[in-house]
């Protein structure tokens, strides 16, 4: 590092190094500093954003007439605190709607995980799916 | 078939959003209170026996309706529908507005930007070959299918970060990765970027004194430009929507960017390490929770500094699901080499084995919960063995041996050391973009 990058790093200007001041280091005089100020010249900006997919729309499935002899899965995604309250929602049903045929089940994996193999044997032997917990 | 997911109140917007970005805008959505983790059943059970905090209505009865009251018309929508981002330009307008409009619209870090006007964007496509219309890659801003991003857009984001044309490719191969810097989980992320090869000294990027502060362009706008991308070409950071860490993370604002001191080190560099040549310019990534500073240096003194046993003491309060990445100060590489650690395998080597566990401590932390405990039962290893093992045994803290990284940085003004909870995710060739 030369001498004149470590006066700068004092905030010393190069100039203590000349002879004699340096007019061009000089802080503008006054007559400058208030001269008025031009107006903001005018610019476009681009759009910084990236691009999105389209979106399918999926419809959603039919709804059942009645949940009264159906077979409801609870699923548990995974999140902590998510199977004890299906046991609850089990236990309401079991009271509640005691015709209703419940069946509680852990996805396989972390909840970021898909689970095929859950998911067809719910379709296979199911009539509708609760997932919880999205936390 | 009829399924309904219940969600708990916190994450009302997510869900809404989440439902509708995957098709599905009107899917019936059930709401608990928040939290249900760490309640009593009592507790659950009031909330199942109560109403859903959102609607108001009471909950087991909208579950039941949600899956049995007849379809609207717009559930049973089909069809394709186009998402808008917005003009291609802004303004005109004076620059100091156009600040503000892109501030006002979350398409900064909050800190000034550079206006990305067309020429300021030309100049900087001059320091890559590649047109600006190629497509670069895809990144998911959150648990969303990914947006997808050019050359052109990439160079809007690398100006509005402040980084020279020289910069670019290394700004290009990060986004090309398609990883983001900006998580969507609930854990406030940081992420960090090794940069190795020659180009370090062609962009004078710092891996000396203060390497890891704001002391220098490259290091500060490569970085910085990380975040901008993964805020802008993939829609991240959206606190609600594609941002749910909990308190956040400083090292958002531009990332922790290391420049490998590759010329102080007795050790290959890390790209090396991962298959390229010395002489290629590469860029790797990590990923984790952060990383904190070693406790001083005891090297400084008489005694022998036994510097793996220190890391192993900081790795020691990590959560393994993340890798250890240790950044150490080149005269710590010089005294681990003398010591007979001559390569950083074998360091690894030693901080595998030594760096330990008890099983009821790997037990409760949360991402063993969440993440290994799903593994253990589909039979996965280590997992599945660790959790058949008694609560006082003793396991690695990492599950890999590969979770352990070294990577040599800094001035030599302290055998300083810091340790990432961070696991390496890949390595992209800069020169590629170039």
């Known amino acids: ?135 | 078939m009829p399924t309904t997911p219940i969600v708990t109140q916190a994450f009302r917007d997510l869900a809404i959003l989440n439902v509708a970005k995957r098709g599905m805008p009107n899917l019936r959505i059930t709401f608990t209170p928040h939290p249900v983790a760490a309640k009593t059943p009592a507790q659950l059970h009031a909330y199942v026996e109560g109403n859903d905090p959102v609607s108001g209505k009471p909950m087991m009865k909208e579950i039941v309706e949600a899956l049995t009251v007849p379809l609207r018309a717009d559930e049973e929508k089909t069809g394709l529908v186009e998402v808008s981002v917005g003009p291609v330009k802004y303004g005109p307008d004076t620059a100091k507005n156009l600040q503000q409009f892109y501030h006002d619209n979350a398409m900064t870090d909050f800190l000034p930007i550079l206006i990305p006007t067309e020429e300021e964007v030309g100049e900087m496509l001059e320091g890559t070959s590649h047109p600006p219309d190629e497509v670069v890659g895809k990144m998911a801003g959150g648990a969303y299918p990914p947006w997808s991003y050019t050359v052109k857009q990439v160079a809007i984001n690398a100006v509005m970060a402040g980084c020279k044309p020289e910069y670019f490719p290394t700004v290009l191969a990060i986004a090309s990765s398609g990883t983001p810097s900006l998580m969507s989980s609930t854990n406030s992320f940081a992420y960090a970027a090794v940069i190795n090869g020659p180009i370090r000294d062609k962009l004078n990027m710092n891996y000396g004194i203060g390497a890891l502060g704001p002391f220098a362009q490259p290091n500060a706008a490569i970085g910085r430009a990380w975040t901008l991308v993964s805020r802008n070409l993939a829609n991240g950071g959206v606190p609600g929507d594609t941002y749910m860490g909990s308190q956040g993370n400083n090292l958002n604002y531009n990332n922790l960017i290391i420049a490998e001191n590759e010329a102080a080190s007795p050790w290959v560099p890390l790209h090396v390490q991962k298959g390229f040549k010395a002489e290629e310019n590469v860029v790797s990534l990590f990923r984790g929770l952060g990383i904190v500073p070693g406790q001083g240096a005891r090297g400084t003194s008489t005694d022998t500094p036994k510097y793996e046993e220190q890391f192993s003491d900081l790795f020691s309060v990590f959560t393994g699901f993340f890798g250890g990445l240790v950044v150490a100060d080149p005269l710590i590489a010089a005294n681990l080499k003398e010591r007979g650690y001559d390569t950083k395998d074998k360091l690894i080597d030693w901080l595998y084995k030594n760096t330990t566990q008890t099983v009821k401590d790997y037990k409760s932390r949360d991402f063993a919960y969440g993440f290994d405990y799903p593994r253990a039962l589909k039979g996965l290893e280590p997992y599945k063995t660790w959790y058949a093992m008694p609560d006082d045994a003793v396991i690695p803290r990492w599950p890999h041996r590969d979770d352990i990284n070294v990577v040599v940085l800094g001035g030599q003004t302290n055998a300083f050391f810091q340790g990432g909870s961070l696991s390496y995710t890949v390595s992209v060739s800069i020169d590629k973009w170039t």
Do not use: C
């Open chain 1, 1 to 135: 590092m030369n001498r004149r990058t470590l006066l700068s790093l004092l905030g010393a200007s190069p100039a203590l190094l000349a002879s004699r001041p340096a007019e061009t280091e000089q802080a503008p005089s006054p007559a400058k500093a208030t001269k008025a100020a031009a107006p903001s010249p005018k610019v476009e900006g681009l759009n910084p954003k990236g691009t999105p997919p389209p979106i399918q729309l999926i419809p959603m499935a039919r709804r059942l007439d009645s949940l009264n002899g159906k077979t409801v899965w609870l699923v548990d995604t995974g999140f902590e605190g998510g199977g004890m309250l299906l046991e609850q929602m089990r236990l309401w049903f079991n009271q509640n709607m005691p015709t209703v045929n419940v069946i509680f089940r852990r996805k396989a994996g972390p909840y970021m995980e898909d689970d095929p193999v859950l998911w067809k044997e719910i379709k296979d032997k199911g009539d509708a799916a609760i997932m919880a917990v999205g936390h």
